[in-house]
């Protein structure tokens, strides 16, 4: 069956340093994948997405990586913030544009 | 731009009853929403895909008599519980991708937060 770890259902790192969160995939092939980014009571907020011919996507302090022969993504915030911390979310699309989502990694980062 | 309301935010209600939860974009149409649910501290789950003019599509295990789904127009798509039970109670996320140009992000609405009494 299909699924999607995140494998880390909390991160707790210190303000300043890099948070690294993955995201690992069986029996798919997404032909892209995306980050979202989930405060408590909120829908999600897409932040990236990368495409399976992909390695490497950045946006400001974040940074995605798609590894599709060991079907995994790794999402980075470097210099990270108190106003960082939320759940962050990966997605894989399935067809038809819906997707498939992770449980979430919850990051909490202290100052 | 890419803005998508939900209306309402919270709701609560008896058993029994039904409710009717509305999504809709606010800046631009979309042909297709989806409808997710999302229990504490868990991910969001498809329910549905809402399609406009035509019937929804529901993900393997979500009972389309109890969970209906109206599109009526590319700008509006609403979801309404009917016979609620405590079990419902959940968070329900609509999102949709705009007709036009970059297809593949979906924009989400805030979640309507429903408790069943």
């Known amino acids: 069956s299909q699924k999607i770890e995140q494998n880390s259902e909390a991160l707790n790192i210190q303000e300043g340093k890099t948070a690294t969160l993955t995201c690992n995939y069986t029996?798919?092939?997404?032909?892209?994948l995306q980050w979202y980014r989930q405060d408590p009571g909120r829908g999600p907020v897409f932040l990236l997405l990368?495409?399976?011919?992909?390695k490497e996507k950045r946006k400001e302090r974040l940074k995605v990586t798609f590894d599709t022969t060991l079907k995994q993504s790794l999402f980075h915030i470097t210099a990270s913030q108190p106003a960082d911390s939320a759940t962050y979310l990966c997605a894989l699309d399935r067809h038809n544009n819906d997707m498939r989502f992770g449980a979430g990694t919850r990051l909490t980062v202290k100052p | 731009g890419a803005v998508v309301s939900q209306h309402p935010s919270r709701v609560i209600c008896k058993s029994g009853t039904s409710v009717k939860i509305e999504c809709r974009s606010l800046?631009?149409?979309?042909?297709?929403m989806f409808w997710y649910r999302q229990f504490p501290k868990q991910s969001l789950m498809l329910m549905a895909t809402?399609?406009?003019?035509?019937?929804?599509?529901?993900e393997q295990g979500v009972e389309k008599d109890k969970f209906l789904i109206n599109h009526a127009s590319l700008t509006l798509s609403t979801l309404t519980v009917t016979s609620a039970h405590p079990e419902d109670s959940s968070f329900y996320i609509c999102?949709?991708?705009?007709?036009?140009?970059?297809?593949?992000?979906?924009?989400f609405g805030p979640g309507t937060r429903l408790l069943v009494l």
């Open positions: 029996n798919y092939s997404p032909a892209y």
């Open positions: 990368i495409r399976e011919n992909e």
């Open positions: 999102s949709a991708s705009p007709n036009t140009g970059f297809q593949e992000t979906q924009y």
């Open positions: 800046d631009f149409q979309a042909t297709t």
């Open positions: 809402s399609n406009e003019g035509s019937k929804a599509t529901y």
